[in-house]
């Protein structure tokens, strides 16, 4: 839940995208930003302005002149300073409820002598970092649990890579989810309160207004009375029953049996386990032991109710918007509300009994009533490391997409081969007067590099060669602010454990707005 000290009117229209709990990660959370420039500070102020709880600046860079170009978060008067205390003192106008602190040291000297410096923190953002550095981080900061996020700004090209071991997702909140009805396996609660309704003893009032759920269950059951007992599932079956549920409408513009007939469709499914949920019941984390974190035993809590209940989730207990009286809708939902606190209090017994087992201190009553709410949108992302990455190519992926005209993948093997370049020369290409000779330069290091790959040479033209070395490293701010909107949104996903976060690489190209997202 959110802490007492949460703003509810500062944070409002937040609040109704991620609710209290959300808000109140953000608001414990501490972000550490190495680097900051134009794309690294339009981050940051994209989560101060929520109210993320703190946030650090490592860079021992000083203000230039390029900064003030294409970064906001520096004056003319700061020209010469400490650009991690110029951007600090900046980025905390923006909200006086967030700390933020700074560190004038080199990123590169901190991971190579003093890597501990980044436990302590919820996430870090990384930008500009050479290829060993972004190795080494990734590498201690799996071991840690901590996500990375790599984001760039190059030229006109936008590239964000997320790197974090295992991601659990408890409101995974799909845009337009169907409504848990249990028309097709109703509830003995929900039949009774169908059965106890005599359709031909109501008024036309009270007829045009009994809740469309109920007339589906009630009409069900008699149209089953004589198929055998056996649900609508041909087409054919299907239009009969449809035929047969509007036959008792009164009149043929009832506008409780229109919302029946069009939801119809949708609810004499049979009921399915998502894909997602599947994949984690069947996942060797759900063999619990003392060292499993919170989430894998309710997860083996959830495979146990289950089992005792014919494969069946537990019930939300939502019930939409319908035509209705509000004494009979009121009726309604208290029926669903009833029957899912029953669930609740049967998957937290289960819980109880595998905490008891293995010797765990309790879970929080929030924390399983929110699980168990919401156990239809369950997801989880193992992310590839940054080291499998480079070491273990998905050359067909890579292949296949290269081969696609316009595709974004073209910009991928360019941004290596920057990497690499910079790794050779200790510079961006193009970054000096004399761009020109570094176009040769850097085709070599692509044509070495998709090589090593096992890709064709040929399908990196020259063009896009030089277009990158033209960039000389330079960084836009049109693109750092669009970067920056992408890398904190998924920043807010991550901190939350709300809305899937993209797997795992995400690459914008400005030149024509196009974009694309690769597992990589």
Request: with cysteine; charged share 25%; net charge negative.
């Amino acid at each position: 839940m959110a802490t007492s000290t949460t703003d509810t009117d500062k944070y409002d229209r937040q609040l109704r995208l991620w609710g209290e709990d959300g808000q109140s990660k953000l608001e414990r959370s501490h972000i550490l930003l190495l680097n900051g420039s134009a794309t690294g500070t339009e981050t940051l102020k994209n989560l101060v302005l929520p109210g993320i709880g703190s946030f650090t600046v490592v860079d021992n860079k000083k203000v230039t002149e390029s900064d003030l170009g294409n970064n906001f978060f520096v004056e003319r008067s700061s020209l010469g300073k400490s650009r991690a205390t110029v951007v600090c003192e900046l980025l905390r106008e923006l909200n006086d409820r967030v700390k933020g602190f700074s560190v004038e040291e080199c990123p590169i000297h901190l991971i190579n002598n003093n890597i501990s410096f980044f436990k302590d923190f919820s996430l870090v953002v990384a930008n500009r970092l050479p290829e060993e550095a972004v190795l080494t981080l990734s590498q201690y900061l799996n071991e840690q649990n901590i996500p990375l996020l790599i984001t760039n700004s190059y030229g006109y090209i936008g590239y964000l890579r997320i790197s974090t071991p295992e991601h659990q997702i408890i409101e995974s909140k799909p845009d337009d989810p169907i409504d848990d009805l249990r028309i097709y396996n109703p509830f003995k609660q929900l039949v009774d309160m169908a059965d106890a309704l005599e359709l031909d003893k109501l008024n036309t009032q009270q007829h045009s207004h009994v809740p469309y759920v109920l007339l589906l269950v009630k009409l069900l059951k008699e149209w089953r009375s004589t198929h055998n007992d056996k649900m609508p599932e041909t087409r054919a079956e299907k239009e009969e029953f449809k035929k047969f549920f509007n036959s008792h409408s009164w009149s043929g513009d009832e506008m409780n049996f229109e919302e029946g007939a069009q939801n119809l469709l949708k609810y004499i499914q049979p009921p399915r386990v998502p894909g997602d949920v599947q994949n984690l019941l069947k996942d060797p984390k759900t063999n619990i032991t003392e060292n499993s974190d919170d989430f894998w035993v309710l997860v083996a809590a959830l495979k146990e109710f289950m089992a005792n209940n014919n494969n069946t989730l537990p019930l939300h207990g939502n019930v939409p918007d319908m035509t209705s009286e509000t004494h009979n809708f009121i009726q309604l939902q208290k029926c669903y509300q009833e029957k899912a606190l029953a669930d609740l209090s049967e998957f937290s017994g289960y819980v109880d009994q595998i905490l008891t087992k293995v010797g765990k201190s309790s879970i929080s009553s929030d924390l399983v009533k929110k699980f168990c709410k919401n156990t239809r949108f369950l997801n989880i992302i193992r992310y590839r490391t940054i080291s499998e990455e480079y070491n273990q190519p998905k050359t067909n992926l890579i292949t296949s997409e290269l081969e696609q005209a316009d595709t974004v993948m073209i910009f991928y093997i360019l941004l290596r081969g920057i990497d690499k370049f910079y790794k050779t020369y200790h510079k961006y290409p193009g970054s000096s007067d004399d761009f020109e000779s570094d176009i040769p330069l850097l085709k070599n290091v692509i044509t070495q590099y998709l090589s090593e790959i096992n890709v064709s040479n040929d399908l990196v033209k020259d063009d896009y060669i030089a277009e990158f070395t033209r960039f000389g490293g330079s960084e836009l701010h049109n693109i750092a602010s669009l970067m920056g909107g992408v890398t904190s949104q998924e920043i807010i996903k991550l901190i939350t454990h709300q809305y899937t976060p993209l797997n795992n690489t995400f690459i914008f190209n400005g030149i024509n707005s196009t974009a694309g997202s690769y597992n990589l």
